[in-house]
């Protein structure tokens, strides 16, 4: 009898700059074993309709249209890594996607992701699992952060971590003996960054951080930027687009250095330092961490790293990869544990870090 499902997870996040698909085998024991690897860059155009509506501009019509149309994309992300891997279909036990967020309300208990599981279905001719977040919503969750679940079955308790995820958003998991795990996002991640990348400089991002080290940071401007209420909020809390948008960004620009290298250092700076002070308000009151493991796009960014140093001198800074977790894979392997369980009609949300009043089992299913 075999001991494992053999899983193809997607990913698709705030950043919107491809879908992440990986091939994975979840073991009975909960270990796993990631096989392969596809990325699939959005169209141009299929970016900007995706980055139009979750800036709330577009019309019914744009959402229905977007929606197939990001479930075609993700079917065809998924043929291609079966391509790649040369595999059969009949091999792989399910998908499990994420979706693409184009609005999240937590404080309005609703949220909305696209890519609609039955076209990812039907052009796969694999049974898909996707639209995670509603059920832990109705349970009166914030319908995230749902990382942490496999953060908790990856990493343990063996050691007082923080998970720390910088994608578009970053979000972080604290694993400690001396607390209920419980996690929630501290602000904006890349996604200013990229914005200002695009703004500037004509670049999708800031590679390495490369840019962001030129520059010089403008600390008048960094203490405007760190009165965003959202930052002072108590956990559990989750935020996006609806809030860090194009609108925000413009709005914030206004008060800006002249110099574009000290705009994007500044940026930068702003990322590590919301995620330091996150630690110290709401983390290092009820625990002692020994370690932080950095994963998704912003663990390649140098400036982000020299700047978390800088305002965390006393913890050592780890990636996913010293776990042999691809940095960049780390939230698609987190969704195919999410998919697993509800297969396994288990529950899958942790309450203590999204607020639900009970554990449920996410995840709707199409055969």
Request: glycine content about 6%.
């Amino acid at each position: 009898m075999k001991s494992y499902k053999t899983i193809i997870s997607l990913m698709s996040g705030t950043s919107v700059d491809s879908i992440d698909a990986c091939l994975v085998k979840i073991y009975d024991n909960l270990t796993f074993e990631i096989s392969d690897s596809y990325s699939l860059e959005y169209p141009k155009i299929t970016r900007e309709r995706i980055l139009n509506l979750a800036n709330n501009k577009g019309s019914i019509k744009d959402v229905c249209e977007t929606n197939f149309e990001t479930g075609n994309l993700f079917a065809k992300c998924v043929n291609m890594l079966i391509d790649k891997a040369k595999i059969k279909k009949e091999d792989v036990d399910f998908i499990s996607s994420h979706g693409q967020t184009i609005c999240h309300i937590p404080d309005k208990k609703s949220t909305l992701q696209i890519g609609d599981i039955s076209v990812i279905s039907q052009k796969t001719g694999i049974m898909t699992i996707g639209d995670f977040r509603p059920k832990d919503m109705a349970a009166n969750g914030q319908g995230a952060p749902l990382v942490p679940f496999a953060d908790k079955i990856l990493f343990g308790l063996d050691k007082n971590r923080l998970i720390q995820n910088i994608g578009g958003i970053s979000n972080v998991t604290v694993l400690s003996k001396d607390c209920d795990i419980f996690a929630f996002d501290n602000g904006v991640g890349n996604m200013l960054i990229d914005y200002f990348m695009q703004k500037l400089f004509d670049l999708p991002y800031d590679k390495d951080g490369q840019t962001a080290l030129k520059g010089k940071v403008d600390t008048k401007w960094l203490d405007e930027l760190l009165n965003e209420p959202y930052y002072k909020l108590l956990p559990p809390k989750s935020t996006g687009r609806e809030l860090f948008n194009k609108d925000y960004a413009e709005k914030i620009y206004k008060t800006a250095p002249s110099d574009k290298y000290a705009v994007i250092a500044t940026i930068t700076a702003l990322t590590a330092k919301t995620i330091a002070d996150s630690y110290k308000n709401f983390i290092f009151t009820k625990t002692n961490i020994e370690e932080i493991v950095l994963g998704g796009g912003g663990a390649y960014n140098k400036a982000i790293i020299k700047f978390l140093n800088e305002y965390l001198p006393e913890i050592k800074i780890k990636t996913h990869e010293d776990y042999n977790i691809p940095n960049k894979l780390k939230e698609c392997l987190a969704f195919a544990y999410l998919g697993y369980f509800t297969v396994l009609k288990k529950p899958n949300n942790i309450p203590s870090c999204t607020g639900a009043d009970c554990p449920v089992i996410m995840g709707k299913i199409s055969y």
